[in-house]
């Protein structure tokens, strides 16, 4: 047994011991915030320009919810509406610097800087609203999201706020009811465009001091969704409404490149995929609220016209070239693709098919808007004459993207599709020579515009559904070789690229210099995607080479110019024409400034005296909105392509038939013809499917402008 007074002390220790240890924990969760499992790791600001109550405003509220619940509170997302910090443009900005992580932002907006967003304002393009929905759902609105990328955007989904709407005071039924009247408009020259169409006069005023200046009748009339109308009283100051759905008013979700970088994977496929998610409940909502903003309009007095299928009709005809003359902003690949989309929905079995595969959104794209200039402008007339076999022509263009695998693939599905009777193709030898095989095989006649490889056809043998209306390396090296030695240039060195074209450019070139006595003092080869060139120009100039003779397509044949134009004396250069088929002078003005270049060309508009190209030039300039024939790059794409639908258009008249072998053989059969580019008498024959011979070819340079000027032999 303890003493008492043992026992009474230990106690006193322990109840001392006991108050300490409760007095140090309680001090200590005073100075520690209580752990959270549901703290976010991830805080991310959303804004945008839409008021609280509107369909966009609450779509972006449930992201919010919804990214926050499925993330366990990980990731939180802080909506701020109504430009609450700032403008839309400021807002752009913000997100591609990082200061703001998630933008929603109207389409129109971000045209400036990516001028494809433009694709939702085409008028009258997309027959129903969920045609319009699955274009912007699928491949087309996949390719302009991509195009965020150049301006540090990751591109989501489409939301929208509605379908735009005429508004005037005076009914506006048909297109010559806009004649004279002045119609507020954005800053957009597609929408400009539109209003000029119609025989107005579009006046930019900006969209908060629309509804004054509609009351001041400083404008008679404008375009919006409902839900602009109403919000801003335009409804109060128009009489008529008419409910048109010709344009879309879309909205862009976007997310900051930098921000969308910094987040893990699984939150970052979360943030998209809830966003793809919400769009058909976002897009469903707006047009819910519709049926309401109907009838407040209709309350103020609006008296309210909807376009009839027939009336619709008449404004998609007067608006029918806009796609066209804004085909080089949006991009012939995206409009391709929906042109696609919609025949396989719409088509009538009636037509007759020819499909185009080109590069129509890398380097070559220029070339290939020039096909498919070319090819319009001769189904046109065609067409309009009451077509072939009294069917209508149609052009069905697909991208191969300059490679030579998806090429193939697009030959094989052309040909898979009975109504298609011939391909257009051209510029990449590479991928022109794989399509040559699938194209035999199937006996899908292909129509060259533009390659010059030299080996497209084995001598001594059939040369099969092939048929080319363009150079032959095998005229053409030593037409360039000819040229060098009449400017009396001695010590050529070549820098080609390492392909079956620059490969066999490189031996023609060389036949026809040792034939002549002389020979390459140097030759050098680089391969595609190389950008430096300093090494190998070195080379050059130390082999004491007095011209550079180059042989390769805009993307490397700028880096090789950039390089020289940085020499203190540039060696002149003499280039095959592969750099003709981008945008190459634009891309490279300052360097060519520095440099005497000339390169290999086989047409031009610039002083050509043929009647035909003459014709052809007007219609160009009328259709495609250009005022100068000066502006019209890769002018052999569009004449070439053009005297080939001719060609075919010919051919399946005389065959009687869209039967592939007829045509082939009615091709080798037709009889003389007066073209764009030559007259053909004829353009082919069983033995020769070469439509040109060296009394086309021509020597070019760029003018200070850019114009692509023939050289006087």
């Keep these: 047994m303890f003493p008492k007074k043992f026992v009474a002390t230990l106690s006193f220790f322990l109840f001392f011991l006991l108050g300490l240890v409760a007095w140090w924990a309680q001090n200590r969760a005073s100075e520690e915030p209580p752990a959270t499992v549901n703290s976010p790791a991830y805080t991310l600001r959303l804004g945008h320009n839409i008021p609280v109550d509107s369909a966009l405003h609450q779509a972006a509220v449930r992201l919010a919810e919804l990214v926050a619940e499925r993330s366990q509170h990980q990731v939180k997302i802080e909506v701020f509406p109504a430009q609450q910090l700032g403008t839309d443009d400021q807002m752009l900005e913000m997100a591609r610097t990082g200061e703001l992580d998630i933008v929603l932002t109207p389409t129109a907006k971000v045209s400036t800087s990516v001028p494809a967003m433009q694709y939702a304002d085409l008028p009258f393009y997309f027959p129903t609203r969920e045609d319009l929905y699955e274009m912007l759902d699928g491949e087309p609105g996949q390719m302009l999201l991509q195009r965020l990328q150049s301006i540090d955007l990751v591109g989501v989904t489409f939301w929208e706020n509605g379908f735009k709407h005429f508004t005037a005071n005076t009914p506006l039924r048909a297109p010559t009811d806009f004649q004279g009247l002045d119609m507020r408009t954005m800053k957009s020259r597609l929408l400009m465009e539109q209003f000029k169409n119609l025989g107005a006069n579009p006046i930019q005023i900006d969209f908060h001091a629309t509804r004054q200046a509609l009351a001041d009748k400083v404008v008679d009339g404008q375009e919006n969704p409902l839900v602009a109308i109403v919000s801003m009283g335009l409804h109060q100051v128009q009489k008529h409404l008419t409910l048109s759905s010709h344009g879309y008013m879309g909205y862009v979700v976007m997310i900051s490149a930098r921000s969308f970088n910094n987040l893990p994977t699984q939150w970052q496929q979360l943030l998209v995929n809830t966003a793809k998610e919400l769009t058909p409940w976002e897009r469903q909502e707006t047009h819910r609220r519709e049926a309401a903003l109907l009838e407040t309009i209709r309350q103020a007095g609006v008296t309210v016209h909807e376009l009839g299928p027939t009336e619709r009709a008449k404004f998609k005809a007067t608006m029918a070239n806009i796609p066209a003359l804004f085909e080089d902003v949006i991009g012939s690949d995206i409009l391709s693709r929906t042109e696609e989309m919609l025949d396989r929905k719409y088509g009538t079995a009636q037509r007759i098919v020819i499909g185009l595969d080109a590069d129509l959104s890398q380097y070559s794209a220029t070339a290939g808007l020039g096909f498919r200039r070319g090819a319009h402008l001769a189904i046109d007339e065609i067409n309009a004459a009451g077509g072939v076999l009294g069917r209508p022509l149609q052009l069905i263009a697909r991208d191969h993207k300059g490679l030579p695998s998806l090429g193939v693939s697009n030959i094989n599905a052309f040909a898979a599709q009975p109504e298609v009777v011939a391909v257009l193709g051209g510029v990449q030898s590479a991928v022109v020579m794989a399509e040559k095989e699938p194209a035999s095989t199937t006996g899908l006649p292909l129509l060259v515009a533009w390659a010059s490889v030299g080996d497209l056809f084995t001598p001594h043998q059939p040369p099969g559904p092939v048929f080319r209306l363009s150079a032959d390396d095998r005229l053409a090296a030593p037409f360039i070789m000819n040229h060098l030695l009449q400017q009396r240039y001695r010590r050529p060195a070549i820098l080609r690229e390492n392909t079956v074209w620059g490969r066999v450019n490189l031996e023609r070139m060389q036949e026809y210099l040792q034939q002549s006595g002389h020979d390459f003092v140097q030759v050098e080869s ?140 009615a091709l080798e059969k037709l009889p003389p013809m007066e073209g764009a580019v030559r007259r053909y008498a004829p353009a082919f024959s069983t033995t020769r499917h070469d439509a040109l011979d060296a009394e086309n070819y021509h020597m070019a340079r760029f003018a200070e402008d850019g114009a692509i000027l023939m050289v006087s032999p």
């Design 526 to 665: 680089f391969n595609r995607g190389q950008t430096d060139f300093n090494d190998v120009l070195r080379r050059i100039e130390r082999s004491g080479a007095d011209v550079l003779v180059l042989v390769a397509t805009g993307a490397e044949g700028g880096q090789v110019v950039q390089t020289l134009a940085q020499r203190s004396s540039a060696l002149p250069v003499i280039s095959h024409w592969g750099i003709s088929s981008g945008n190459f002078w634009a891309a490279n003005r300052e360097a060519l400034s520095k440099i005497d270049m000339r390169f290999f060309q086989t047409f031009t508009f610039i002083g050509n005296p043929r009647p035909q190209s003459q014709r052809l030039a007007e219609k160009y300039q009328n259709r495609y909105g250009v005022a100068s024939l000066r502006e019209v790059a890769a002018p052999q794409a569009v004449a070439q392509t053009y005297d080939l639908v001719h060609l075919l258009a010919r051919a399946i008249a005389q065959a009687g038939s869209t039967d592939r072998l007829a045509v082939r053989q």
